[in-house]
């Protein structure tokens, strides 16, 4: 699929609330890249976006990455240090088929959303809210590409 067919297609509304719905459950941070071009190598590519957007810069090392590349129909999800630990690979792994089981029947923005959940689900667990302590939004919320 062509990005520019995607990324219109994308009810970016609806996943930027997802994310905020999900961070507010825990203290971890969660972005949504969509790639704008062919990926030969999904994970590195997430992996390389994962830096660039600083995503290893937040306090607890919690941030998670949910990458899309429509034009390859690749999806990654990559996890900084201390979520991935406690989740490991089989975690982004459950969470990419997720998502590419509704791009499959054509849900783009449900995938998304069902993805974000399911991480925000994960962050909730291992690293919730803690009473009487702010929180603070360390990463944008909101798709970016490139």
Same mark, same amino acid.
């Given at each position: 699929m062509r990005p520019? !067919? #995607? $990324?219109?297609?994308?009810?970016?509304d609806r996943v930027v609330a997802a994310i905020r719905a999900a961070e507010a459950r825990? +203290?971890?941070?969660?972005?949504?890249h969509v790639a704008d071009h062919e990926v030969t190598d999904p994970r590195a590519?997430? /992996? !390389? %976006? #994962?830096?660039?957007?600083?995503?290893?810069?937040?306090?607890e090392r919690n941030g998670v990455l949910l990458f899309v590349a429509p034009?390859?129909? /690749?999806? /990654? %999800?990559?996890?900084? +240090?201390?979520?991935?630990? +406690?989740?490991?690979?089989?975690?982004? %792994? !459950? $969470?990419a088929e997720?998502? &590419?089981?509704?791009?499959? /029947?054509?849900? #783009?923005?449900?995938?998304i959303v069902a993805g974000i959940r399911a991480l925000g689900d994960e962050l909730a667990r291992h690293f919730p809210r803690?009473?009487?302590r702010?929180? +603070?939004?360390?990463?944008?919320? &909101? $798709?970016?590409?490139?």
């Open positions: 520019e !067919a #995607f $990324v219109e297609s994308l009810d970016e825990s +203290r971890g941070e969660i972005r949504v590519e997430a /992996a !390389a %976006v #994962f830096e660039r957007l600083g995503m290893t810069k937040t306090e034009e390859s129909q /690749a999806i /990654a %999800v990559i996890g900084d +240090r201390d979520i991935h630990s +406690r989740g490991g690979e089989e975690l982004w %792994v !459950a $969470v997720m998502v &590419r089981d509704e791009f499959r /029947a054509g849900r #783009f923005t449900e995938g803690l009473p009487g702010p929180d +603070r939004n360390e990463l944008p919320d &909101r $798709v970016s590409r490139g």
